[in-house]
């Protein structure tokens, strides 16, 4: 939308250059400060209000931007979180069942003798 708006802007510009293209041919019956009027409504005022408009959308985007890679770290260390959670918990079962396997051996021993 940005990228729109800077055109408009430029095409603004170049609509009042052919204006003043045909204010130069015509004879002198417009005034320079009709001339000026025209070019200020004709290209600074439309190409101003698009270059605004341009950047506004500019930094709408970036911001846009900057709060989806901000959510993107905020999901990728909650997964490295659980990632570590479950080689935690994975770590901690194996260890109980080893140590039931021991405590299940000894008593195996015990009854044996």
Request: hydrophobic share 40%; aromatic share 10%.
């Amino acid at each position: 939308m940005s990228g729109l708006f800077k055109i408009l802007g430029i095409g603004c510009f170049f609509v009042a250059v052919l204006f003043l293209e045909v204010y130069a041919d015509e004879s002198s019956s417009i005034s320079i400060g009709q001339k000026i009027k025209d070019y200020a409504l004709q290209a600074v005022l439309p190409a101003t209000f698009c270059f605004i408009m341009a950047k506004l959308f500019a930094e709408k985007a970036k911001r846009q931007e900057a709060e989806w890679e901000s959510k993107v770290q905020i999901e990728k260390s909650r997964l490295k979180q659980q990632i570590r959670d479950v080689k935690r918990r994975t770590k901690d079962m194996r260890v109980t069942r080893l140590k039931r396997e021991q405590e299940d051996y000894k008593n195996s021993d015990n009854v044996l003798e």
